[in-house]
């Protein structure tokens, strides 16, 4: 393509963008709302993401050994049980350790254990699992192996926790790809349309166009341009109400001291950011591509 047919195509994005502004208006105005709420979204998906993350990593079994296991033998079973599949570490806590964590715990109402003659805590080993998804079926084949050595009395884990967790994630991911969906769907509809109405109102001088020999290329070049500019001019906008909104609640949540203990928020990577970008202008090219498409056929 030559300069003056790039020039010429430059001049058609303005004159088409001056005919109807309030369309390309409503299109940037469209996918910048989109994305937002997009955006919203993600940051909300990856700071939830992270706190899934640690909550699986702090996901613990906690097996009791029996009062008559010496500490040499409770050792010994540590190593047997850390050699077991998916056992990422296991932490035998003798009963001293076992009393002086409960001391700390209760500082403030350390008046409470004063009166103790013996130590009532038996110890135990704190096994720590892979870092996968917590599964309630390979946890209980773990625990029901570690029920089957004689040394140890019991085996907890938090079971209703578990259950609620997987429950949890699982919906939280299936909300994510359907509310995803459901943007891109609807903003692809708007652009869609609103590059329809454009293309109704200059109808006579594409038909024109064709006649005296114009291709398709240079015919649709324009309005691939001015949809792809839209993309994103509306993705920047997203990004920078959506940074705005952060950079104001993240000072906010400081100032009150209120930010998770397991983490600052954070906001999107830069991944992340050239993704909603390109969300952005693919949605634009999509709808263009539709209705032209639509629009050639009739």
């Given at each position: 393509?030559?300069?003056?047919?790039?020039?010429?195509?430059?001049?058609?994005?303005?004159?088409?963008?001056?005919?109807?502004?309030?369309?390309?208006?409503?299109?940037?105005?469209?996918i910048?709302?989109?994305?937002?709420?997009?955006?919203?979204?993600?940051v909300?998906?990856?700071?939830?993401?992270?706190?899934?993350?640690?909550w699986?990593?702090?996901?613990?079994?906690?097996?009791?050994?029996?009062?008559?296991?010496?500490?040499?033998?409770?050792?010994?079973?540590?190593?047997?049980?850390?050699?077991?599949e998916?056992?990422?570490?296991?932490?035998?806590?003798?009963?001293?350790?076992?009393?002086?964590?409960?001391?700390?715990?209760?500082?403030?109402?350390?008046?409470?254990?004063?009166?103790?003659?013996?130590?009532?805590?038996?110890?135990?080993?704190?096994?720590?699992?892979?870092?996968?998804?917590?599964?309630?079926?390979?946890?209980?084949?773990?625990?029901?192996?570690?029920?089957g050595?004689?040394?140890?009395?019991?085996?907890?884990?938090?079971?209703?926790w578990?259950?609620?967790?997987?429950?949890?994630?699982?919906?939280?991911?299936?909300?994510?790809?359907?509310?995803?969906?459901?943007?891109?769907?609807?903003?692809?509809?708007?652009?869609?349309?609103?590059?329809?109405?454009?293309?109704?109102?200059?109808?006579?001088?594409?038909?024109?166009?064709q006649?005296?020999?114009?291709?398709?290329?240079?015919?649709?070049?324009?309005?691939?341009?001015?949809?792809?500019?839209?993309?994103?001019?509306?993705?920047?906008?997203?990004?920078?109400?959506?940074?705005?909104?952060?950079?104001?609640?993240?000072?906010?949540?400081?100032?009150?001291?209120?930010?998770?203990?397991?983490?600052?928020?954070?906001?999107?990577?830069?991944?992340?950011?050239?993704?909603l970008?390109?969300?952005?202008?693919?949605?634009?090219?999509?709808?263009?591509?539709?209705?032209?498409?639509?629009?050639?056929?009739?």
């Amino acid at each position: 393509m030559n300069q003056t047919a790039l020039v010429s195509i430059f001049r058609r994005v303005k004159r088409n963008f001056w005919a109807v502004p309030h369309l390309h208006v409503a299109a940037t105005g469209t996918i910048a709302f989109s994305l937002l709420i997009a955006g919203l979204f993600l940051v909300l998906y990856t700071n939830v993401n992270d706190l899934i993350a640690v909550w699986k990593k702090d996901f613990r079994i906690i097996a009791y050994v029996k009062k008559e296991v010496s500490a040499g033998q409770g050792k010994a079973l540590r190593d047997t049980v850390n050699r077991m599949e998916g056992i990422q570490t296991v932490t035998y806590v003798s009963q001293e350790e076992a009393l002086h964590q409960l001391r700390k715990q209760m500082k403030h109402r350390s008046s409470l254990l004063e009166g103790l003659q013996t130590n009532p805590l038996p110890a135990s080993l704190e096994i720590e699992l892979v870092h996968t998804d917590p599964d309630e079926g390979r946890i209980g084949n773990v625990v029901r192996t570690l029920e089957g050595f004689p040394e140890i009395e019991s085996v907890e884990y938090a079971r209703a926790w578990l259950r609620r967790f997987t429950g949890f994630v699982t919906f939280f991911r299936l909300a994510t790809l359907v509310i995803g969906a459901v943007i891109f769907a609807t903003t692809v509809f708007i652009c869609s349309n609103t590059i329809r109405l454009t293309l109704y109102a200059r109808r006579e001088e594409l038909a024109v166009m064709q006649i005296i020999g114009a291709t398709d290329a240079f015919v649709k070049a324009p309005y691939y341009l001015q949809n792809i500019l839209e993309g994103l001019l509306g993705s920047a906008i997203a990004l920078g109400i959506l940074f705005g909104a952060y950079y104001l609640l993240t000072a906010r949540l400081a100032a009150q001291q209120v930010l998770l203990s397991a983490g600052n928020m954070r906001f999107l990577s830069g991944w992340e950011i050239i993704a909603l970008l390109l969300s952005g202008i693919t949605m634009a090219w999509l709808g263009c591509y539709l209705s032209l498409k639509q629009f050639t056929k009739s």
